[in-house]
Structure formats: structure tokens, C-alpha cells
């Protein structure tokens, strides 16, 4: 107990100083998987996302509260850049979007015994576009949405080699939506809310180089956004999703991982009600998004050159998530980049500090509008940059 006390007491400091900052300055982003980002965790962004059975930081949680329990003592701070170019076209009008944005995380772990492990990760989401011009109104159209979780996370060894993972997820979402004019929607500034959800996860050794990995999440539930009533036909919760995983340590140097990831978009009415759901915006049954459940698969490998330098590779695939008959919707969200591939290392500063750097860029893809969305259509690809520092104590 009294190393768990020197440790605290020096880091204490540190991590209300990442914390604080993380929370003051989190700017608004531009995911992938929806609204959600293809990876969390520095060393998992060079692996394609692949983590629910192979944890490699204290972002673990993040992926899979479980994996909190094999990463031992350690801080996390990550930081990524994102650079999206977009492209919409809506009746004969074409509009660019450029988005450079900013999203930092970042997580400590804690082992207090053989069975118990503690942590808390703290990661970012959302979208940003700005067409600087009027698509859906008189006014110049633009749409930022912030997402900030925090999940304090505990894990207990059942037995030998098996673990339990719970983790609350406490949310603050901010949404800033301009230039819907056109659709009876007045802006009134932004508005913000307050959500929160649960996750479970599970984590074993089923043999001696073979792991396995489960989680699941409630969808994070979150207060209905008064100023944006007359848009939205719900309040905007993050859907549930589930996922299994495997890893595989093929030798003492080379370690291979894969996901299945199931989001359940069409659960959220926001997400998953269509343009042709039947009733006016703003209602229950009004038009949303028409997204579809999203299955995400994803394979990584982890390579051990030597005791300083880790280099990592992996590719991330998803399922359709815009179909062509909701592209004009898709103008205001145009997260229709599904395939991934990207590129990792991490080098030990020393035996306390390391730094990890990886490379993500989603392919180009586009979706044309067909039945009530003939005429509209989006396109783009967008590059990710992550950089994480780690001091494990």
C-alpha cells in the first residue's frame, strides 16, 4: 500500500493537469464509425482499432473494460489530428468542407491486487464540417458536434487467467448546427447535455498464446437538446454496440489481432429513423439520418523489433452505414468513409517512458442519392494522425 500511495501522490498532479486541460480544450472532431472513431488507445489506432482481446494501454477501457486489468501501472495522454476533405453536391450545387480538428484522451490504470485493477479513460467523438456557404437556407451552413466521455473502470480476476470488466460512461455532448433555415429550423446557438450508460466486458486466456474477448454497451443516454426540438426526433444518444475479439501471440515477438464490432444505429431514432419515416421534424416519428446498423471488422499485428521499438500494421472494414435513398441528409454527416488501413510504432524513451505514433487513412468513398435524395450526393476521405506519450509507474 505504500508504493500505491508514493505513486498516487506523484501523479496525482500530472493527471488532474491532462484531465483539465482534456476537458477545457476538447474541440469538436470527425469520427468514422458514425459518429464514433475507428480507434481509441495510441497503440490501437496502428492496429486498424483491434483491441477487445489484445489491451495495450490504459485506454483499454475505452475498447473493452477488461482489458484494464492486463495493462499494469501506467498513464496514457494521446492526442489526434484530424484532416477530412469533403465533398457535397445537393440539386446543382457542389460544396467543400476541409476539416482540420483535434481530439485528445487519455487514461490511468492501476493493479491493487492479483484480482482487482482500476483505471479511468477519457475519449472524445463527434463531427465538424463547415461549407461556408448556404445549403439548406439562407444562412452559411455548418455542423460541429462534441462528444467527452468519462469511464472510470474496475476489473476482478473470477478465476485464473479470466476477468470481468465494468465501466460506467459519464457524457457531455455540444452541438452547433447552422444554416437549417430552410427546414423550419431557426438557429438559436448552441446547445449542450448530459449522458450516461454503462459497459461490461470480459477477458480470458483460453490457452497458453490464444486470448479472447468480450464487451458490451448500453447506449450512452443523454438529455434532450431544447434549442434543436424542432429538428431532431429524439435526443441524440450514442446506440449500443457489442463486440468479440481474439488475439494470438504466434512467438515471443509477434502478436496478431482481430474485432467484430456491431453498432446499433437504427436503435437511436436520430440515427436510424429515414428521411421518409412519415412524420413532421421534430417529432418522434419525424426524419432522422436513415443510418443503418454498422458491423466493423478489424485485423492488426503487433511486431517487437527489439526492447525500444514496437511497429505495428492493421486494416479496419465496415458495413454500409448511408444507404443512396438518405444521402440528402448525409449532407450535414458525411461519414461515409467505411474501409481503413493504418500504420504504428511505439520507442521506449526509457524503462518509465515511451511515445507512440500512428498513421489511419480512410479511403475514399461516395454515396449518390437515389429515390427522395436523387440529386444529392457526398463524398471524401480523411487522414488520422495519433500521438501518445506514456509513463508507466
Not at 31 to 53: C, D, E, L, R
Not at 114 to 140: C, H, M, R, W
Not at 269 to 295: C, S
Request: proline share 4%.
Amino acid at each position: 500500500m505504500r508504493s500505491f500511495s508514493v505513486s498516487m501522490r506523484i501523479l496525482n498532479p500530472l493527471a488532474c493537469g491532462v484531465f483539465g486541460v482534456m476537458l477545457c480544450t476538447s474541440s469538436d472532431v470527425f469520427a468514422n464509425n458514425g459518429t464514433m472513431f475507428p480507434a481509441y488507445g495510441a497503440k490501437a489506432w496502428g492496429m486498424g482499432g483491434a483491441s477487445i482481446a489484445y489491451p495495450q494501454d490504459s485506454m483499454a477501457s475505452a475498447n473493452n473494460p477488461a482489458g484494464i486489468a492486463l495493462v499494469g501501472d501506467r498513464m496514457d495522454a494521446d492526442l489526434t489530428v484530424v484532416d477530412a476533405s469533403l465533398k457535397s453536391e445537393f440539386g446543382p450545387n457542389t460544396y467543400h468542407a476541409n476539416t482540420l480538428a483535434v481530439s485528445p484522451e487519455a487514461g490511468i490504470s492501476k493493479t491493487l491486487n492479483e484480482d482487482v485493477a482500476i483505471g479511468v479513460s477519457l475519449f472524445g467523438q463527434g463531427l465538424q464540417l463547415d461549407y461556408e456557404k448556404p445549403v439548406f437556407g439562407t444562412k452559411n451552413m455548418r455542423n460541429k458536434l462534441t462528444q467527452m466521455i468519462l469511464a472510470p473502470t474496475a476489473t476482478w480476476q473470477f478465476k485464473p487467467g479470466h476477468y470481468f470488466g465494468f465501466s460506467p460512461r459519464l457524457a457531455y455532448q455540444r452541438l452547433d448546427l447552422a444554416g437549417a433555415d430552410g427546414l423550419g429550423v431557426p438557429y438559436d446557438g448552441a446547445d449542450s447535455a448530459y449522458g450516461f450508460g454503462f459497459s461490461f466486458g470480459y477477458l480470458g486466456q483460453v490457452t497458453e498464446n490464444l486470448k479472447l474477448g468480450a464487451t458490451y454497451s448500453t447506449p450512452i443516454w443523454f438529455q434532450k437538446m431544447n434549442r434543436y426540438e424542432s429538428l431532431l426526433p429524439a435526443a441524440l444518444n450514442q446506440p449500443q454496440q457489442a463486440g468479440v475479439g481474439l488475439s494470438y501471440q504466434l512467438n515471443s515477438n509477434f502478436t496478431v489481432a482481430a474485432d467484430v464490432l456491431w453498432i446499433n444505429w437504427s436503435g437511436e431514432k436520430v440515427w436510424g429513423n429515414t428521411m421518409t419515416e412519415g412524420g413532421t421534424l421534430g417529432q418522434g416519428n419525424g426524419p432522422g439520418f436513415g443510418w443503418k446498423d454498422q458491423y466493423i471488422y478489424r485485423l492488426g499485428g503487433d511486431y517487437k523489433i527489439n526492447q525500444d521499438w514496437s511497429v505495428r500494421a492493421g486494416v479496419s472494414l465496415a458495413s454500409k452505414l448511408i444507404g443512396d435513398d438518405q444521402a440528402m441528409f448525409a449532407i450535414l454527416a458525411p461519414l461515409d468513409q467505411y474501409n481503413h488501413v493504418s500504420v504504428g510504432a511505439t520507442y521506449a524513451l526509457s524503462k518509465d517512458w515511451e511515445a507512440t505514433g500512428s498513421y489511419m487513412h480512410a479511403l475514399h468513398n461516395e454515396t449518390n442519392g437515389s429515390g427522395a435524395s436523387t440529386g444529392s450526393s457526398v463524398s471524401g476521405s480523411i487522414d488520422y494522425i495519433n500521438f501518445g506519450i506514456a509513463y508507466k509507474y
